[in-house]
């Protein structure tokens, strides 16, 4: 499936680096979200655009800097990265932000290691 | 208190046995329930969204008991594919926000 993307699928970064991750969903979708998935632990939600808009921020620390430029595209800015931070990045869409009922769809993710 | 506690597994089974899954959320004003499945090194995926008055989709049953705030998972005939993790979903409030369980793990085994 390429409903959603994500670049790059693998990650190693030092903790001064400044590195992307990009997303791209081809659903005609327009929300989009932010994933973190650590081992032995729950996926958590990180950041929510609804038509370009931060709708949702959970207190995510601002290493972390998301960019919506538009509907289909979504950016995950990374710098000064701690250990802790090595996880699984997920991307997902969905029709909109706004419904309980909408399903979301993920991309394959981004495995990022940190040193 | 989590707010989607899972039974932590792993549930190691044959092949053709049934398994069941079970859930719960804190929060009584969750509006949706889903279940996805995650293999391993994958994406999550979605397996069935959850309604109040039950509902099948060929092997896998789920059901939503909203005043004991539990959801389950029934898999019927379990083949070897079942094997994966197995995520409980709740969104709650007015927008998508979807909050996982920590998962389920199902190995099928011949």
């Known amino acids: 499936e390429t409903g959603v993307t994500q670049t790059p699928r693998h990650l190693v970064m030092g903790m001064t680096n400044k590195k992307s991750l990009k997303c791209e969903q081809h659903?005609?979708?327009?929300?989009m979200y932010w994933y973190k998935q650590s081992a032995k632990k729950p996926l958590e939600l990180m950041f929510v655009y609804n038509f370009k808009e931060q709708t949702e921020n959970n207190s995510v620390p601002s290493r972390f800097s998301p960019e919506c430029p538009n509907s289909s595209h979504l950016f995950l800015h990374l710098h000064t990265l701690q250990p802790e931070d090595s996880a699984l990045y997920l991307c997902a869409s969905s029709r909109e932000g706004s419904g309980a009922q909408e399903t979301q769809y993920f991309g394959p993710g981004t495995r990022l290691l940190v040193l | 208190r989590k707010e989607v506690e899972q039974d932590p597994g792993p549930f190691n089974v044959p092949e053709g046995a049934t398994v069941a899954f079970n859930c719960t959320y804190s929060?009584?004003?969750?509006?949706?329930f889903f279940w996805y499945r995650q293999d391993c090194r994958k994406e999550p995926k979605l397996l069935m969204s959850v309604y109040s008055s039950g509902n099948e989709d060929g092997r896998f049953t789920a059901q939503l008991n909203r005043a004991s705030q539990y959801i389950s998972l029934l898999i019927r005939d379990s083949k070897l594919s079942d094997s994966a993790t197995y995520l409980c979903?709740?969104?709650?409030?007015?927008?998508?926000?979807?909050?996982f369980g920590a998962g389920t793990r199902l190995a099928v085994h011949p």
């Open positions: 979903v709740v969104n709650h409030g007015g927008y998508n926000k979807l909050i």
């Open positions: 929060n009584s004003a969750s509006q949706s």
């Open positions: 659903l005609g979708h327009n929300a």
